[in-house]
């Protein structure tokens, strides 16, 4: 089955410890996203991917950090300097670009 | 840049009446519309998408919406509601003048009684 996995579904970590969440898709997509949701904030973006090796930063990019080396997957790196990490986080692909999004499960991430 | 509006941050509604969902977005020349559902703890859902033609666009499980391009409007409705439409529902805009980037408002959490 196409899709988009994210792993893992939940995430524990330490103050001040960089952190990786997987995000790969089977679906071909040329897009790909990555937001953040809190509570009562809807989706904010952090970045995006419109084609292999190149992405743009969203609307809260700072502290966060993303590669796109291969089609398939878009890693995003929570580093130390983000302030606030802990939150739902939630990938997404599309193609073309700008059509409608299919989503992952999502990873709930607690900095503690 | 695109800015996301959802006028209701909660609405509650007894079974089988009908919902409205509002959503605005800021002008632009191009852009396509899209209502998705969110159930806890889980990703989104796609319910219907406006990319171009009439501008009443039927989606999932009943939904519907209409564009209206000159009040920059994409309203969610549906004329009779279950309790398994309890959830939070986001209207989201790709304006492919800024590069298609998909802008989110901030969701309607929508409460359906018995």
């Known amino acids: 089955d196409g899709g988009i996995t994210q792993s893992p579904k939940y995430l524990f970590r330490k103050e001040g410890q960089n952190v990786t969440l997987s995000c790969e898709q089977n679906l071909n997509h040329d897009a790909m996203y990555w937001y953040r949701q809190d509570p009562g904030q809807g989706l904010r973006l952090i970045y995006y991917?419109?084609?292999?090796?190149?992405?743009q930063k969203g609307d809260i990019a700072e502290g966060y950090s993303v590669s796109r080396e291969k089609k398939e997957s878009f890693p995003l790196t929570v580093t130390s300097a983000q302030k606030n990490p802990t939150a739902f986080y939630l990938c997404a692909s599309s193609t073309p670009p700008g059509m409608e999004a299919f989503f992952g499960q999502g990873t709930r991430l607690t900095v503690v | 840049a695109q800015s996301v509006t959802q006028l209701d941050s909660q609405v509650p509604v007894f079974e089988e009446a009908p919902v409205e969902l509002r959503c605005n977005y800021s002008s632009s020349v191009s852009v396509y519309l899209f209502w998705y559902v969110q159930y806890p703890n889980q990703g989104l859902q796609l319910l219907l998408k406006?990319?171009?033609?009439?501008?009443l666009v039927k989606g999932i499980n009943g939904f519907e919406a209409e564009f209206n391009k000159s009040q920059t409007s994409f309203h969610l409705r549906k004329p009779s509601v279950h309790i398994s439409d309890t959830a939070e529902y986001f209207c989201a805009v790709s304006d492919r003048a800024a590069g298609n980037k998909l802008t989110f408002g901030g969701g309607t959490r929508v409460l359906v009684k018995p």
């Open positions: 991917s419109q084609i292999v090796n190149d992405f």
């Open positions: 406006y990319l171009s033609g009439s501008t």
